[in-house]
């Protein structure tokens, strides 16, 4: 079987052009004027709602799919949200701007990412949800290519540009 009929599968490597909206349309990430994004297929690279839509589609197959929060980054959940004395992140970054990520010690000492979500006259406040949680995502995507997975790829378990003739280059998401 030629590439060329191999099906998204198990460890299928899989190279692909996407574009991502949220549900008001408004543009959140693409590939458009870039590479196309490669993965290894079910080895937890995408969102697994995302990958089960694309499980037997074949290179030339155009997808859309609409991906609501409980299927993608769940709902915000409040109790990530919280004040920090401004020093204490001052201390780490002279510039800080909302919107800023960086990671955090959490309770257990865990480091986690957070965004500056809004700045007071001695506070900031930090939010750990995940950028797009509670957010509607639209995607629409171009398969540009399927492949079987190379001996080293299988091994480190997800898929590299580098050693597979053929392949395009991805941005590892």
Do not use: C
């Amino acid at each position: 079987m030629s590439d060329n009929d191999l099906i998204i599968d198990d460890h299928r490597v899989v190279s692909m052009h996407y574009q991502l909206t949220n549900g008001f349309g408004e543009l959140i990430d693409s590939s458009q004027g870039d590479l196309p994004l490669v993965y290894m297929h079910n080895t937890n690279a995408l969102l697994p709602s995302l990958e089960r839509e694309l499980t037997g589609k074949r290179a030339g197959d155009p997808v859309a799919v609409t991906i609501y929060p409980e299927d993608g980054y769940g709902y915000a959940d409040e109790t990530l949200i919280a004040e920090w004395p401004r020093e204490s992140i001052e201390q780490q970054s002279q510039d800080i701007v909302v919107g800023m990520r960086f990671k955090a010690l959490v309770e257990g000492g865990e480091p986690q990412m957070v965004t500056l979500t809004e700045i007071r006259d001695d506070t900031v406040v930090l939010d750990a949800n995940h950028a797009l949680a509670g957010q509607v995502l639209n995607f629409t995507l171009a398969v540009v290519s399927v492949r079987e997975p190379t001996e080293d790829e299988l091994k480190q378990g997800f898929a590299t540009t580098s050693n597979a003739p053929g392949s395009l280059p991805g941005n590892g998401r």
